[in-house]
T-cell receptor, first 113, second 110 residues
Framework: KAGVTQTPRYLIKTRGQQVTLSCSPISGHRSVSWYQQTPGQGLQFLFEYFSETQRNKGNFPGRFSGRQFSNSRSEMNVSTLELGDSALYLC????????????FGPGTRLTVL | TQLLEQSPQFLSIQEGENLTVYCNSSSVFSSLQWYRQEPGEGPVLLVTVVTGGEVKKLKRLTFQFGDARKDSSLHITAAQPGDTGLYLCAGARGNTPLVFGKGTRLSVIA
């Protein structure tokens, strides 16, 4: 069974730009969660989508948004990029979300200059 | 405020040594998961502990869940260079998203 895939793997943007990251979950998984990982803050939860609906949301500004499509694929968008948005963005899928085991993708490394 | 505190943050040891990393909280969790993350990859689940006092072994790795379900430890016996990585604990409470600690970065030197 194919694992979670994320595209692109690396991205360099400048301040003020916007970016869209993509995640394809494991086949059959209905929950997709997004995390931001930085050396200082560790893994921080952004949001979770389940069957195309946002079910949980972390403490991030409205510049961070996402969506999930009917095939469970998910996208995350960050508008008006700031230097502090530089991070590894991880997507994880699971059957039920919440406390369920998370299967992570390799991440997208975003650098904001 | 970090709900899950992991210690130590960094650990560098020689091959063959034993080590223990800790994951502590003032909150009760219904279960606790341990993940390992290698450079350039996402975290991979090692184990889930569910019952207070539970001990699980995975080859040279021993995981323990505290009696009060507020803390956990990971003990590695005879560490090998292949154990190098970032070890993350994650707590589950009901149907809310997992809460992750900041991790322990382990380096095992041959």
């Amino acid at each position: 069974k194919a694992g979670v895939t994320q595209t692109p793997r690396y991205l360099i943007k400048t301040r003020g730009q916007q970016v869209t990251l993509s995640c394809s979950p494991i086949s059959g998984h209905r929950s997709v969660s997004w995390y931001q990982q930085t050396p200082g803050q560790g893994l921080q939860f952004l949001f979770e989508y389940f069957s195309e609906t946002q079910r949980n949301k972390g403490n991030f500004p409205g510049r961070f948004s996402g969506r999930q499509f009917s095939n469970s694929r998910s996208e995350m968008n960050v508008s008006t990029l700031e230097l502090g948005d530089s991070a590894l963005y991880l997507c994880a899928s699971s059957w039920e979300g919440g406390f369920d085991t998370q299967y992570f993708g390799p991440g997208t490394r975003l650098t904001v200059l | 405020t970090q709900l899950l505190e992991q210690s130590p943050q960094f650990l560098s040891i020689q091959e063959g040594e034993n080590l223990t990393v800790y994951c502590n909280s003032s909150s009760v969790f219904s279960s606790l998961q341990w993940y390992r993350q290698e450079p350039g990859e996402g975290p991979v689940l090692l184990v889930t502990v569910v019952t207070g006092g539970e001990v699980k072994k995975l080859k040279r790795l021993t995981f323990q869940f505290g009696d009060a379900r507020k803390d956990s430890s990971l003990h590695i016996t005879a560490a090998q260079p292949g154990d190098t990585g970032l070890y993350l604990c994650a707590g589950a409470r009901g149907n809310t998203p997992l809460v992750f600690g900041k991790g322990t970065r382990l380096s095992v030197i041959a």
